[in-house]
């Protein structure tokens, strides 16, 4: 299959090259061309703008850091003009409903260019295992058709077609606002306390028998406690930038999300304090100052995918 792939960060990067490695004709674009090195290594193609990296393919598939770079790309680059009419565009960033919708009311629609939105989960590691999850909105028809193309870059069991075009968007950022949600919980909870006293190992083993044992406790905070590490592979601009899509999407169809805006705040104080590149995972950094101590725990590193 020809396949255009524009955006090679910490994500992309790995989704192009799995399907390079799958043997499909791959066309790569990024404004940073060095982000490319690796893929024409493996035999894939370099393009200078998203308009040239879009002509003549099957199938576009962006992976960008936001709604408004998505649509610089596909409108004022010119990308979804340069679409075949039948062509397929495949927006795997975590952008909006919204954002795509212009693109399609100004130009796709017309010209008769289908589309599809794919966010995935699943942080950089499952990118580079091509284990991600993949959440798609968009005609079932056309889910079918691209289904062992994103089998290339996800998890089988865990490519869920969930609805409309749009409907990835939405669940994606849901799911993003939980875990940030439950993220913030926990540090909460870590740091009230462990001030109070009680040992951070012996309050953690003590949560993950209880009743608010969560995901995110058992082991997406390993790595913060086996190694201080707070995940840079996904940036807290990025994260707050999700969040913020995440509580204007709720003020858009009427729910006060209250709680979802308060750890927008959270998010963003971690962002001024440790900076744009930090990892996701920063605002437990917060908490630890708070609590007076770093959480650290003799454990392996689990990697949570
Ligand atoms: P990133 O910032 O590492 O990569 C984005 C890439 O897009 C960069 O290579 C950048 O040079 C390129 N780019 C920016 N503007 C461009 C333009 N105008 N034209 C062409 N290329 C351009 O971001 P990422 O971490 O790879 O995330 C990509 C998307 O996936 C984001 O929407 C993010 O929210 C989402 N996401 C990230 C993760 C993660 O763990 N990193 C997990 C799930 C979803």
Known sequence: ???????????GRHMARHLI?????????????EAALDHLGLGARWVDSPATCADGVDVL????????????????????????????WIDMSTSTPAAAQRIAEEVLDARGVRRLDAPVSGMARGAEAGLLQIFVGGDAGDFRE????????????????????????????????????????????LAVGVKAGVDLGV???????????????????????????????FAMVLA???????????????????????????????KAAYGDRAGEMSPVRLYEKWAGQDFRLPL???PAV
């Open 300 to 302: 392996p590193t689990v």
């Open 1 to 11: 299959m020809k396949i255009g792939f524009i955006g090679l960060g910490n994500m």
């Open 240 to 270: 707050c930038k999700d969040l913020g899509l995440a509580v204007d999407l709720a003020r858009d169809v009427g729910v006060p999300a209250e709680l979802a805006a308060l750890v927008e705040r959270i998010f963003r104080r971690a």
């Open 146 to 189: 691209v289904l062992p193309l994103l089998e290339v870059l996800g998890d089988p069991a865990k490519i869920l077609h969930v609805g409309a075009v749009g409907h990835g968007y939405t669940v994606k950022l849901m799911i993003n606002l939980l875990w940030f949600g439950h993220l913030v919980a926990a540090a909460e909870v």
């Open 61 to 88: 598939i962006t992976m960008l850091p936001t709604p408004g770079v998505v649509e610089d790309v596909l409108l004022r680059g010119g990308a979804a003009e340069a679409l075949s009419p039948g062509a397929l």
């Open 203 to 233: 309050l953690r083993s003590a949560l993950l028998a209880g009743p608010a044992a969560s995901h995110f406790l058992e082991h997406d905070v390993l790595s913060v406690l086996a190694d201080g590490d707070y995940d840079d592979s």
């Open 21 to 33: 490695l799958a043997g499909h004709d791959v066309t790569v674009h990024d404004v940073r061309p």
